[in-house]
């Protein structure tokens, strides 16, 4: 079992950066990934790292602005978002899985969630 809980979200204006934070338990050596669901959306990918660090993952919304990074000695994953637009705005969750789908929603085949944090882009 893991537990995910999330940090970093707020209000921020347009072209501003917030890190996002999520910190795990329990058995944690799992691929890691960042989706956001805007309001009246569906819930989509926006970021993922593998296990080890090594490989990481980006929607082509985020690409170039957003970098996804983890600390495997503090158990955490970070999402460092730059450039911020109003249409980044959004409920940000924390996943974790063994064998993600990064792209193929709904459950983009990510095991455990953790509640969100809200991101919130003031044009």
């Known amino acids: 079992q893991v537990q995910l809980v999330e940090s970093g979200g707020g209000l921020v204006q347009a072209g501003g950066s917030l890190r996002l934070s999520c910190a795990a338990s329990g058995h944690t050596f799992w691929d890691m990934g960042w989706f956001r669901q805007a309001p009246r959306k569906e819930r989509e990918f926006a970021a993922g790292?593998?296990?080890?660090?090594?490989?990481?993952y980006y929607a082509d919304s985020v690409k170039g602005r957003f970098t996804i990074s983890r600390d495997n000695a503090k158990n955490t994953v970070y999402l460092q978002m730059n450039s911020l637009k109003p249409e980044d705005t959004a409920v940000y969750y924390c996943?974790?899985?063994?064998?993600?789908?990064?792209?193929?929603?709904?459950?983009?085949?990510?095991?455990?969630w953790g509640k969100g944090t809200l991101v919130t882009v003031s044009s």
């Open positions: 790292v593998d296990w080890s660090g090594g490989s990481t």
């Open positions: 996943a974790a899985g063994a064998a993600p789908r990064w792209y193929v929603g709904p459950d983009y085949g990510m095991e455990f």
